[in-house]
Protein backbone atom coordinates (compact mmCIF):
# COMPACT_ATOMS: atom_id res chain seq x y z
CA UNK A 1 0.00 0.00 0.00
CA UNK A 2 1.27 3.36 -1.28
CA UNK A 3 2.05 6.02 1.56
CA UNK A 4 3.86 9.08 2.37
CA UNK A 5 3.84 9.50 6.31
CA UNK A 6 5.26 13.04 7.57
CA UNK A 7 6.61 13.74 10.71
CA UNK A 8 8.32 16.28 12.94
CA UNK A 9 6.06 19.36 12.92
CA UNK A 10 5.28 21.06 16.04
CA UNK A 11 4.95 24.44 17.99
CA UNK A 12 8.55 26.72 17.59
CA UNK A 13 9.15 30.36 18.59
CA UNK A 14 10.56 32.90 15.77
CA UNK A 15 14.10 32.11 14.53
CA UNK A 16 13.91 27.91 15.96
CA UNK A 17 14.59 25.32 13.68
CA UNK A 18 12.57 22.05 12.90
CA UNK A 19 13.22 18.86 10.61
CA UNK A 20 10.41 17.35 9.14
CA UNK A 21 10.90 13.80 7.91
CA UNK A 22 8.61 12.10 4.73
CA UNK A 23 8.52 8.23 5.48
CA UNK A 24 7.63 6.44 2.02
CA UNK A 25 6.35 2.94 1.75
CA UNK A 26 5.05 0.39 -0.87
CA UNK A 27 6.87 2.17 -3.81
CA UNK A 28 10.57 2.81 -4.49
CA UNK A 29 11.58 6.37 -3.60
CA UNK A 30 14.63 6.05 -6.23
CA UNK A 31 11.73 6.18 -8.77
CA UNK A 32 10.31 9.48 -7.86
CA UNK A 33 10.81 13.22 -7.18
CA UNK A 34 9.84 14.44 -3.81
CA UNK A 35 8.04 17.88 -2.59
CA UNK A 36 7.24 19.43 -0.16
CA UNK A 37 4.07 21.95 -0.55
CA UNK A 38 2.27 24.29 2.73
CA UNK A 39 -1.05 25.23 3.19
CA UNK A 40 -1.96 27.69 5.80
CA UNK A 41 -5.25 28.67 6.94
CA UNK A 42 -7.82 30.49 4.08
CA UNK A 43 -4.66 30.15 1.82
CA UNK A 44 -4.26 27.66 -1.42
CA UNK A 45 -1.30 24.71 -1.02
CA UNK A 46 2.06 26.21 -2.32
CA UNK A 47 5.06 24.38 -3.12
CA UNK A 48 7.89 24.83 -0.43
CA UNK A 49 10.63 22.79 -1.84
CA UNK A 50 11.31 19.61 -4.36
CA UNK A 51 14.40 17.61 -4.67
CA UNK A 52 15.32 15.27 -8.20
CA UNK A 53 15.26 11.54 -7.76
CA UNK A 54 18.94 11.18 -7.36
CA UNK A 55 19.32 14.16 -5.16
CA UNK A 56 21.37 16.64 -7.39
CA UNK A 57 18.97 19.11 -8.16
CA UNK A 58 16.82 21.09 -5.62
CA UNK A 59 14.45 23.86 -5.76
CA UNK A 60 12.90 26.51 -3.78
CA UNK A 61 10.36 28.54 -2.79
CA UNK A 62 11.77 32.09 -2.69
CA UNK A 63 10.22 32.80 0.78
CA UNK A 64 12.13 29.98 1.98
CA UNK A 65 15.59 30.12 -0.05
CA UNK A 66 18.31 30.55 2.42
CA UNK A 67 16.42 28.90 5.67
CA UNK A 68 15.09 25.46 4.26
CA UNK A 69 17.10 22.55 3.09
CA UNK A 70 15.68 19.54 1.54
CA UNK A 71 17.15 16.20 1.38
CA UNK A 72 17.06 12.60 0.96
CA UNK A 73 18.51 9.60 1.92
CA UNK A 74 16.69 6.72 -0.66
CA UNK A 75 17.99 3.72 1.61
CA UNK A 76 16.03 5.01 4.34
CA UNK A 77 13.56 5.55 1.92
CA UNK A 78 12.56 8.83 3.73
CA UNK A 79 13.05 12.48 1.88
CA UNK A 80 13.73 15.76 5.05
CA UNK A 81 12.96 19.38 5.25
CA UNK A 82 15.18 21.08 7.83
CA UNK A 83 13.64 24.45 8.23
CA UNK A 84 16.05 27.15 10.23
CA UNK A 85 14.91 30.50 11.24
CA UNK A 86 11.76 30.23 10.81
CA UNK A 87 8.86 33.07 10.94
CA UNK A 88 5.55 32.96 11.95
CA UNK A 89 4.38 33.57 8.33
CA UNK A 90 6.13 29.42 7.91
CA UNK A 91 3.01 28.63 9.94
CA UNK A 92 1.20 26.19 8.23
CA UNK A 93 0.26 22.24 7.38
CA UNK A 94 3.49 21.13 5.37
CA UNK A 95 3.09 17.82 3.21
CA UNK A 96 4.94 15.62 0.79
CA UNK A 97 4.22 14.18 -1.90
CA UNK A 98 5.82 12.55 -4.89
CA UNK A 99 6.09 12.50 -8.91
CA UNK A 100 7.20 10.58 -11.55
CA UNK A 101 8.93 14.04 -13.25
CA UNK A 102 11.81 12.53 -15.41
CA UNK A 103 14.13 15.29 -15.33
CA UNK A 104 14.95 17.67 -11.94
CA UNK A 105 12.16 19.09 -10.14
CA UNK A 106 9.33 21.21 -10.20
CA UNK A 107 6.84 22.10 -7.77
CA UNK A 108 3.72 22.48 -10.15
CA UNK A 109 1.08 20.46 -7.88
CA UNK A 110 -0.43 18.76 -10.82
CA UNK A 111 2.45 16.88 -11.31
CA UNK A 112 2.26 15.17 -7.94
CA UNK A 113 0.06 11.98 -7.88
CA UNK A 114 0.09 11.05 -3.90
CA UNK A 115 0.52 12.87 -0.96
CA UNK A 116 1.41 12.61 3.08
CA UNK A 117 -1.93 13.49 5.35
CA UNK A 118 0.36 16.47 6.52
CA UNK A 119 1.78 17.59 9.44
CA UNK A 120 1.42 20.93 11.40
CA UNK A 121 4.20 24.15 12.40
CA UNK A 122 3.38 26.63 14.10
CA UNK A 123 5.79 29.37 14.32
CA UNK A 124 4.88 31.68 17.44
CA UNK A 125 6.14 33.63 20.44
Known amino acids: QLQLVESGGGLVQPGGSLRLSCSIS????????IGWFRQAPGKEREGVSCISKSGGITNYADSVKGRFTISRDNAKNTVYLQMNSLKPEDTAVYYC??????????????????WGQGTQVTVSS
Open 26 to 33: GFTLDYYV
Open 97 to 114: ARSGQRLGCSTFLSMYDS
